[in-house]
């Protein structure tokens, strides 16, 4: 929160961008490009089709080490990590002991540590909450954040375009599974993840090396249609998977349990929030995250209201028309009543009601290895 | 130089719009500084045909996968067309904005008061260099 009075802060790629043509926007404290020339459109078909590369070093990376770090890591989120083997990569939350949520984060099992990626907007936020719950359990937590640059490469493609660069053989790296190796001849942390639907890496190396990496995937995927995108079609391309936006779909006023994040949960172990939620799975969520549909067309965007029969029934939390699939659609918190699929809901858009309907989430569905 | 182009033969909003008189109608669209500003335009809602339009009130809506923003209307007149291209391919307004007009409509008795309050195309291309700054 203290960010929105400072200068905004600069990725090391920043000057790199501006000379590819980036449109510069403040997003989440940091100078990031919302487009290059090829426009949203071209950059999203890119990963859907080919390849794109992402400058992502805004995301926060905590490294987790100690006695405890198990222990510790498996009381504070969601998911089971004894399920984890080394070097095994999975999506988790961070929950308030309410079950709303903290943050939405990413975990790497390493060698004798932890790697946790979190939401730029987060990262204060994440790192003290993550040291306030740490009390009594023997751990050290560090925000390796600075140090270290993030990318994403996502797309079909993109396995054919790092493996020019990398000893590695990244045919068998399956998803949501890492592997440490060189990237360009820079040591590097490659996770078979991403945020896009698509199946792709996210590459983490030292931070110094971060225009060198950047130019020579862009080289290495010149002749196989690699873009360089930009945050609108990080977001396009996030929204047709259904996969959740911190500040959207997810934050501290809403519950796991209705943003249909069941799937990341592990009942079966304590965690921080898990009463709560609990109880909210014995008696059901009021409200739930629904996708829809627009019957009549319009764009139906972040905050616009949703009404039942003329009754005001919740509000759009992400909405847009779809680059892949070519229709209007949204996510919405709506009562649970209206989330079946088929319901007909209204959005009210710019005051006009709008016809829409409800239908199966995830509008695209994820094409991972 | 601008960076952005014009229509020689149209007049010039500050919001943006341009209007070109074409014999007896006057047709709008939104500048090459617009859809430049807008990104890619994903949907256009466009006025009813036989709706009245007003000098500087809104008369459309563009969308993009930015924003919605409205399209004022430079001129006063009756909608007799709406450009029926824009249902479907409205993106054809980022590729060729002078082209891709959203509305004509049959001016009204204000209308040589109305364009000559307009900005002609040299004026109006130091304007949208200005604005991108």
């Known amino acids: 929160m203290a960010k929105a009075e400072q200068q905004p802060l600069k990725t090391p790629l920043y000057d790199s961008h501006v000379e590819m043509g980036g449109r510069m926007v403040e997003f989440a404290g940091y100078l990031l490009p919302v487009q290059y020339p090829t426009g949203p459109t071209l950059e999203h078909a890119a990963v859907r089709n080919a390849a794109g590369l992402f400058d992502i070093d805004h995301m926060g990376q905590f490294e987790l080490t ?23 990569a999975h999506y988790s939350l961070l929950l308030y002991s309410d079950g709303t949520v903290v943050d939405d984060i990413f975990l790497y099992r390493l060698p004798e540590r932890w790697f946790i990626a979190v939401n730029a907007s987060n990262r204060a936020k994440d790192f003290a909450w993550l040291e306030a719950n740490a009390l009594g359990f023997d751990v050290t937590l560090r925000d390796i954040s600075d140090e270290t640059c993030m990318l994403a490469l996502q797309g079909p493609s993109a396995e054919t375009i790092l493996q020019r660069l990398t000893p590695a053989d990244l045919s068998v790296i399956a998803a949501r599974t890492a592997v440490e190796t060189t990237l360009d001849g820079v040591p590097a942390l490659f996770g078979r993840t991403g945020y896009t639907g698509e199946d792709g890496f996210e590459l983490y190396f030292p931070a110094a090396n971060a225009v060198d990496v950047w130019n020579a995937i862009l080289v290495a995927g010149k002749d196989d249609g690699l873009l360089a995108c930009g945050l609108a079609a990080r977001d396009s391309l996030r929204f047709e998977a259904c996969l959740p936006l911190y500040g959207h779909e997810i934050d501290a006023t809403t519950y796991a349990l209705e943003a249909r994040m069941n799937w990341t949960i592990a009942w079966n172990k304590e965690f921080v929030g898990r009463d709560a939620l609990l109880k909210m799975k014995l008696e059901g969520a009021p409200r739930l995250l629904v996708g829809f549909e627009m019957v009549e067309k319009a764009v139906a965007r972040e905050h616009y209201h949703v009404a039942s029969a003329g009754v005001e029934a919740g509000y759009v939390t992400s909405g847009m028309k779809s680059p892949t699939l070519d229709k209007f659609l949204g996510m919405a918190y709506v009562p649970a009543a209206l989330s079946k699929i088929g319901t007909e809901i209204e959005i009210l858009v710019r005051g006009q009601p709008k016809k829409a309907v409800i239908v199966k989430r995830p509008f695209y569905k994820p094409r991972y290895k | 130089m601008s960076q952005y182009k014009v229509d020689a033969d149209a007049r010039y909003a500050k919001s943006h719009e341009w209007a070109r008189k074409e014999g007896d109608i006057v047709v709008v669209g939104i500048s090459d ?24 009130k809104q008369a459309a809506v563009v969308e993009s996968v930015k924003a919605a923003e409205d399209v004022i209307s430079p001129v006063s007149g009756k909608v007799v067309e709406t450009n029926s291209q824009l249902a479907d391919t409205p993106e054809i307004v980022n590729g060729d904005p002078y082209g891709s007009w959203f509305y004509k409509v049959e001016p009204g008795a204000n209308i040589d008061a109305e364009l000559a309050a307009l900005m002609d195309a040299d004026a109006y291309a130091t304007f949208a260099a200005e604005s991108a700054h």
């Open chain 2, 33 to 56: 500084y617009a859809q430049d500003t807008l990104s890619d335009v994903v949907y256009v809602e466009l006025p009813a045909v036989g709706s009245e339009v007003v000098a500087g």
């Open chain 1, 66 to 88: 100690g006695p405890d770090a198990d222990l510790f890591l498996q009381y504070i989120q969601v998911w089971d990590i004894d399920q984890m083997r080394v070097l095994d």
